[in-house]
């Protein structure tokens, strides 16, 4: 049998099945820790933390430079523009949203991110 997500080979009784695919250990794990971005206790926590300047990876500068240069942009055309893949996205926005320095928005039917105003 194979990972759904990451394609590997699941040793015979090791599978997980969630939300309707068969998964591998760690696919399933990543899925169920990956950073939820509407979360009070983590913006909490990360603006107690982080003071006045945050401690951000390069990813996390890359994409507030990007918003601020271009904002508000989609997903999309964040990720092309910085060649990163969807998840590496999704993964250091939850960061930037908890700590309130990027924000989601509604643009139509089209969500849209752009710098957290203050």
């Given at each position: 049998?194979?990972?759904?997500?990451?394609?590997?080979?699941i040793p015979?009784?090791?599978?997980?099945?969630?939300?309707?695919?068969?998964?591998?250990?760690d696919c399933y794990l990543d899925l169920l820790a990956a950073p939820k971005v509407c979360d009070?206790?983590?913006?909490?926590?990360?603006k107690k933390e982080m003071g006045d300047k945050p401690e951000l990876t390069v990813i996390q500068?890359?994409?507030?430079?990007?918003?601020?240069r271009r904002g508000p942009l989609d997903m999309q055309q964040i990720?092309?523009?910085?060649?990163i893949s969807e998840q590496d996205f999704k993964d250091n926005f939850a960061?930037?949203?908890?700590m309130e320095l990027a924000r989601g928005l509604r643009k139509g039917d089209a969500v849209c991110y752009t710098l957290f105003e203050r």
């Open positions: 049998m194979q990972c759904d997500k990451c394609s590997q080979s015979a009784g090791e599978a997980v099945a969630y939300q309707g695919q068969n998964l591998c250990e009070p206790w983590a913006v909490h926590a990360a500068e890359k994409i507030l430079a990007l918003l601020k990720c092309e523009a910085l060649n960061a930037l949203r908890h």
